[in-house]
């Protein structure tokens, strides 16, 4: 019998993430296709505790989604009515047939959709603690399966980039296909500039230069094509800084990197051309949809007004030169919508996994793979104030995988056995073994 421990793990969870990437870059709500995501990662992530061992879990990551899964659960249990009093408007203040007349209310305005938003969050915690539960050298090989998964949405980006400005893919899946495999434009670029430092690592890291060069020039000139002026100036920031922040530890030479600056400097020219001043915020904008969100933040500040309800409640409080057919379903801004919709105890959270973050940035060597994924999920969270990209599944999945590799305890240890130490002058010194991967 061998002693090769079991791979089966991260096969089910690679395929779970690269499933996500196809079929989940819708951004509606009660898509099947979010649903079976959901599912599968939940079924995984049970498969994968059902081992007896694994890497530990920090505890303060954990702590962090018990609280956040509790915020969602309190906003869908009945609660005296008297609570609410002075705490909210009285338009949101409507009885629930659910609970009876007057006794009992919800935290939350439409508790279907905040329950939806429950099994979105259950799943991508559950997906995250299980990438956490495998050893640093299976999360390491999780890479591929996101690769192949960004592949497929290049490559249908670039079918439908070399037809036409503008082609729709409908009845493939149950959303409207625009950009990749995305319903949103902004939200196939936000895949496409969170791999570039991933693609940066396996060309520096991997001994793939050439490899990871061409794919780091296929992704740029698909944010270009994709046309998301955020996308396209975030591509570039993130190209710079993966360079610079990686490079340092890899075996690449300084011609090397100057040559991918030289090449960074044509694409900042054709970034540019992208990009014109009346546009960025028409009177009609992301301005306006923040100054109303903040309105009804005001207004709720101590309950939100349940996960999954800023469409319902944002209409509240637009003015009436401001309503037109299309309506506003998002407040393109990640943290205005989260607080809207959870209230002060929505803030505290965030603040909590900020500091967690800004802890696994500071805090002792960090291996290259990580330094990678703080890279993709720090512009993620940039790109989050001007718009909702952890709103579709493909995203928040991928978010789920990189926080993953950010506090994954077995790269800390990895990091340690590749170095020696070493007397100088009577001092000692740990210096690495090689080039770590």
């Given at each position: 019998m061998s002693d090769r421990p079991s791979e089966w793990d991260k096969y089910l969870l690679g395929s779970?993430?690269?499933?996500?990437?196809?079929?989940?870059?819708?951004?509606?709500?009660?898509?099947?296709?979010?649903?079976?995501?959901?599912?599968?990662?939940?079924?995984?992530?049970?498969?994968?505790?059902?081992?007896?061992?694994?890497?530990?879990?920090?505890?303060?990551?954990?702590?962090?989604?018990i609280f956040a899964v509790a915020l969602v659960v309190l906003q869908i249990v009945p609660l005296p009515a008297a609570i609410f009093s002075g705490l909210r408007p009285k338009l949101l203040l409507a009885d629930s047939g659910l609970v009876g007349e007057t006794r009992f209310r919800f935290v939350s305005v439409g508790v279907g959709r905040t329950i939806e938003c429950l099994l979105?969050?259950?799943?991508?915690?559950?997906?995250?603690?299980?990438?956490?539960?495998?050893?640093?050298?299976?999360?390491?090989?999780?890479?591929?399966?996101?690769?192949?998964?960004v592949i497929c949405n290049g490559l249908a980006g670039a079918i439908q980039y070399s037809l036409s400005n503008d082609v729709a893919i409908e009845g493939l899946l149950p959303f409207t296909i625009n950009a990749g495999l995305f319903a949103n434009e902004n939200h196939f670029a936000a895949l496409l500039f969170v791999s570039i430092p991933f693609v940066a690592y396996y060309g520096l890291f991997r001994g793939h230069l050439l490899s990871g060069s061409l794919g780091l020039a296929t992704l740029l000139l698909l944010l270009l094509a994709?046309?998301?002026?955020?996308?396209?100036?975030?591509?570039?920031?993130?190209?710079?800084?993966?360079?610079?922040?990686?490079?340092?530890?890899?075996?690449?030479?300084?011609?090397?990197i100057l040559a991918v600056f030289i090449g960074l400097s044509a694409y900042t020219i054709g970034a540019w051309t992208k990009i014109e001043a009346d546009a960025i915020d028409p009177d009609f904008g992301r301005g306006e949809f923040a100054r109303t969100t903040i309105e009804g933040i005001k207004?709720?500040?101590?309950?939100?007004?349940?996960?999954?309800?800023?469409?319902?409640?944002?209409?509240?409080?637009?003015?009436?030169?401001?309503?037109?057919?299309?309506?506003?379903?998002?407040?393109?801004?990640?943290?205005?919508?989260?607080?809207?919709?959870?209230?002060?105890?929505?803030?505290?959270?965030?603040?909590?996994y900020l500091i967690l973050l800004f802890q696994a940035l500071t805090k002792g060597?960090?291996?290259?793979?990580?330094?990678?994924?703080?890279?993709?999920?720090?512009?993620?969270?940039?790109?989050?104030?001007?718009?909702?990209?952890?709103?579709?599944?493909?995203?928040?999945?991928?978010?789920?995988?990189?926080?993953a590799i950010i506090f994954h305890k077995?790269?800390?240890?990895?990091q340690k056995s590749e170095l020696i130490e070493i007397d100088h002058n009577g001092e000692k010194f740990l210096v690495p073994i090689g080039t770590p991967s």
């Open positions: 779970v993430l690269f499933i996500s990437l196809l079929i989940g870059g819708g951004t509606a709500s009660g898509l099947y296709t979010d649903t079976l995501i959901e599912v599968a990662a939940i079924v995984s992530a049970a498969l994968v505790f059902s081992q007896g061992s694994g890497q530990r879990i920090p505890h303060s990551v954990l702590w962090l989604l979105y969050l259950v799943a991508l915690a559950a997906f995250f603690l299980s990438v956490l539960r495998l050893r640093a050298e299976q999360v390491q090989a999780l890479l591929p399966f996101f690769f192949v998964g994709a046309g998301s002026r955020a996308g396209v100036l975030i591509g570039l920031a993130i190209t710079v800084l993966s360079i610079v922040f990686l490079s340092a530890r890899s075996r690449v030479s300084g011609l090397s207004e709720n500040w101590a309950t939100g007004v349940g996960f999954g309800n800023f469409q319902k409640a944002y209409q509240i409080y637009e003015k009436e030169g401001m309503i037109y057919s299309k309506y506003v379903n998002h407040a393109h801004n990640e943290y205005l919508e989260i607080v809207f919709e959870g209230g002060f105890a929505a803030i505290i959270l965030m603040g909590f060597r960090r291996a290259p793979l990580q330094k990678a994924a703080l890279l993709s999920v720090s512009f993620l969270l940039i790109h989050s104030l001007v718009d909702y990209p952890l709103r579709t599944e493909a995203l928040a999945m991928t978010f789920a995988f990189m926080n077995g790269f800390a240890a990895r």
